[in-house]
Every structure is written in C-alpha cells, then in structure tokens.
C-alpha cells in the first residue's frame, strides 16, 4: 500500500505516478525526522516536523523544514527529490522552461511600460 499524505487525492497521486516513472520506490529512501527550529513557536522546537530523505541509489539529500507539520513536509521532500531527478535526466528541459517564464516576464514588464507611456501621452495632450 502506497504512502498517502495530508495534501489532496490528486497530489498524491500525482506524486505516486511522478515517482514510478523514476523508478523510486519507498525501500529505496532512507527517512529521519529532525527538529526544523525557525517560525512555528514552541512547536518547532519540541516536536520532530523537518524531513531529512535520503535517496540511497543516488546519494541525494534532501532536507525539508517548509511546513510546520511532519506529514506535509515528507510530501514536499519526496516532491523535491523527484525534481532533483527529473533535472538531472533532462536538463535542457528544466532550462528551457527556465527561458520561457523570463521571457514571458520580459513581455510583461515591457507590455506595462508601453501601457504606462501612452497613458502618459494621454495625459500630455490632453487640453483641459
């Protein structure tokens, strides 16, 4: 039986099949739990909530401390991991889509300063 974790049935899911078709498996996953200290009160500082997941065919690390609950954290560093690997089967992949959102950024601030322009043009020759 698969692991499920606090977040929606589509998200694990998703998880579930992002890491069969990475070739993860639970057995292959070594998984501690430490204290993740920061925000979150005394909570943080009494209970066990940071991940540390270790994938031992690779020897990737992966600490996760983003949450204030253990569950939610050992979603996100299993959803770390995959992009780790993901990354590392493709990089062009990863940086193409890198290049598309700035780009895209590009666009944008160049599409809000036209607009800012003419509305000032507007303004100019406006006679009032």
């Known amino acids: 039986m698969p692991l499920t974790f606090p977040v ?10 992002r890491m ?3 070739g993860l498996s639970e057995k292959d996953l070594n998984e501690r739990f430490i ?3 920061g925000k979150g009160g005394q909570n943080v500082n009494k209970v066990a909530t940071a991940v540390h997941l270790v994938h031992i ?11 204030r609950t253990q569950g939610l954290n050992r979603y996100k560093a299993r959803d770390l991991l995959c992009l780790e690997l993901e ?3 493709d990089p062009t992949k990863s940086e193409s889509s890198i290049q598309k959102l700035r780009k895209k950024k590009q666009n ?3 599409k ?3 607009k800012k322009l003419e509305k000032e043009k507007l ?3 406006d006679p009032m």
């Open 8 to 17: 929606s049935v589509e998200k694990n899911l998703s998880l579930q099949r």
């Open 20 to 22: 069969e078709v990475l």
């Open 35 to 37: 204290q993740s200290g």
């Open 57 to 67: 065919p690779s020897g990737k690390q992966i600490k996760c401390s983003v949450y």
């Open 87 to 89: 990354r590392e089967l």
């Open 108 to 110: 944008k601030y160049r």
């Open 112 to 114: 809000a300063i036209k």
């Open 123 to 125: 303004e100019w020759n």
